[in-house]
């Protein structure tokens, strides 16, 4: 019983290790702060103040929806995990 424990425990901990989590994760890290500041300079060069324009009229809704758009993006530049099939 302890054994099994130990083993939980430490597959969790492997798991939730940050530093793997840094490596598989950083470009989109990255891409929100990145995407949020375009969101911005969208909203302060080209958005709308007329109010008729729900994304761009509102800085706060501008710079959420940069950040979701900088994670996507930069989401699309990870590198693929080759895939290994052992099957005979």
Do not use: W
């Amino acid at each position: 019983m302890q054994l099994r424990v130990n083993i939980f425990f430490k597959t969790i901990y492997e798991y939730m290790n940050i530093n793997n989590f840094l490596k598989k994760h950083l470009l989109k890290i990255i891409g929100i702060p990145v995407g949020m500041l375009g969101g911005f300079l969208y909203y302060y060069y080209i958005g709308c103040t007329s109010g008729a324009c729900p994304i761009t009229s509102n800085p706060y809704i501008s710079i959420i929806y940069g950040g979701l758009m900088g994670y996507l993006v930069f989401d699309l530049f990870k590198k693929k995990e080759s895939k290994t099939n052992e099957q005979n």
